[in-house]
């Protein structure tokens, strides 16, 4: 199995600062690996597949970088709803899918 | 759009098993892989196994042996169960789609505890 590791586990960010969070493979995946988005009470909602393509109606100041082992999701400038938990997960070595352990953004 | 929803008992008994129903509309279940996702309280998401609407599925190692996945096309709904149940399979409980690798369509999840 597939081991996804997130850092930090908790980044905090002053609204219209840039965030950079970051997503380890405990081996290679290609850059096969989504980055999800997740407020509290809400299901998650996918951002980026392919390690930097933004899925259907996500903005520009997400993007996903990386390849292999290493991975970088960036929020180039954080808006009030960009506050929340986000998740990488791969999917190259399946079964199973598996996914980080989060990256929480916070108001500094 | 299509739209899923969760359905089932929000509380389950050590050793029982769990069933849970997810609703698809707006759109045919004929079609896509249909998944079911996990989250413990407080923790991240944990893969559960899909659907094909050709009946296909697959599913985690670590619950292979307790998961049963199944879809009724005529209903545009498809299930799961976990059986013998224990108090480390209390989640929230998403049905998800968009893909077989990943997802860009979910329930709102529903919680689902395991308690005498």
């Known amino acids: 199995e597939i081991v996804m590791t997130q850092s930090p586990a908790t980044l905090s960010v002053s609204p219209g600062e840039r965030a950079t969070l970051s997503c380890r493979a405990s081996?290679?995946?290609?850059?096969?690996l989504a980055w999800y988005q997740q407020k509290p009470g809400q299901a998650p909602r996918l951002l980026i597949y392919g390690a930097y393509t933004r899925a259907t109606g996500i903005p520009a100041r997400f993007s996903g970088s990386g390849s292999g082992t290493e991975f970088t999701l960036t929020i180039s400038s954080l808006q009030s709803e960009d506050f929340a938990v986000y998740y990488c997960?791969?999917?190259?070595?399946?079964?199973?899918?598996?996914f980080g352990g989060g990256t929480k953004v916070e108001i500094k | 759009q299509v739209q899923l929803q969760e359905s089932g008992p929000g509380l389950v008994k050590p050793s029982e098993t769990l069933s849970l129903t997810c609703t698809v509309s707006?759109?045919?279940?004929?079609?896509?892989?249909w998944t079911w996702i996990r989250q413990p309280p407080g923790k991240g998401l944990e893969w559960i196994g899909y659907?094909?609407?050709?009946?296909?599925?697959n599913s985690n190692p670590s619950l292979k042996s307790r998961v049963t996945t199944s879809i009724d096309t005529s209903k545009n709904q498809f299930s799961l169960k976990l059986s013998s149940v224990t108090a480390a399979d209390t989640a929230v409980y998403y049905c998800s789609s968009g893909g077989l690798w990943y997802f860009d369509l979910w329930g709102r999840g529903t919680l689902v505890t395991v308690s005498s």
């Open positions: 997960q791969q999917y190259n070595n399946w079964p199973p899918l598996t």
């Open positions: 081996q290679s995946v290609s850059n096969s």
């Open positions: 659907i094909h609407y050709s009946g296909s599925t």
């Open positions: 707006g759109g045919s279940i004929s079609s896509y892989y």
